[in-house]
Nanobody
Framework: VQLQASGGGLVQPGKSLRLSCAAS????????IGWFRQAPGKEREGVSC??????????YYADSVKGRFTISRDNVKNTVYLQMNSLKPEDTAIYYCATGCRLSSVWVSVDYWGQGTQVTVSS
């Protein structure tokens, strides 16, 4: 069982990035998948969540990214994406995906973590 996050990089404020979370050894479709981030000196926080297809595939977002980030899943590719638009310097962090979610609006126990991918927003 493995989660592989990718797609991070250095971008200017206002630009976009798309993160990918690919799974091997299991089907992501049966899990709620969350994106998290951890900035230097701060605790890891939930950013977004997509429920399993059996659970309506509902999506959730932290207030700080609502309207700018979009989570989606491609069950054929066994991958969950996080499209990040209008990026701000405060979005700079290491981003992780996991099987589980931690937001004020939804909480699903995390079983597996992927490794992080660095996102840096700077001019």
């Amino acid at each position: 069982v493995q989660l592989q996050a990718s797609g991070g990089g250095l971008v200017q404020p206002g630009k976009s990035l798309r993160l990918s979370c690919a799974a091997s050894g299991f089907s992501l479709d049966y899990y709620a998948i969350g994106w998290f981030r951890q900035a230097p000196g701060k605790e890891r926080e939930g950013v977004s969540c997509i429920k399993s297809s059996d659970d309506n595939g509902s999506t959730y977002y932290a207030d700080s990214v609502k309207g700018r980030f979009t989570i989606s899943r491609d069950n054929v590719k066994n991958t969950v994406y996080l499209q990040m638009n209008s990026l701000k310097p405060e979005d700079t962090a290491i981003y992780y995906c996991a099987t589980g979610c931690r937001l004020s609006s939804v909480w699903v126990s995390v079983d597996y973590w992927g490794q992080g991918t660095q996102v840096t927003v700077s001019s």
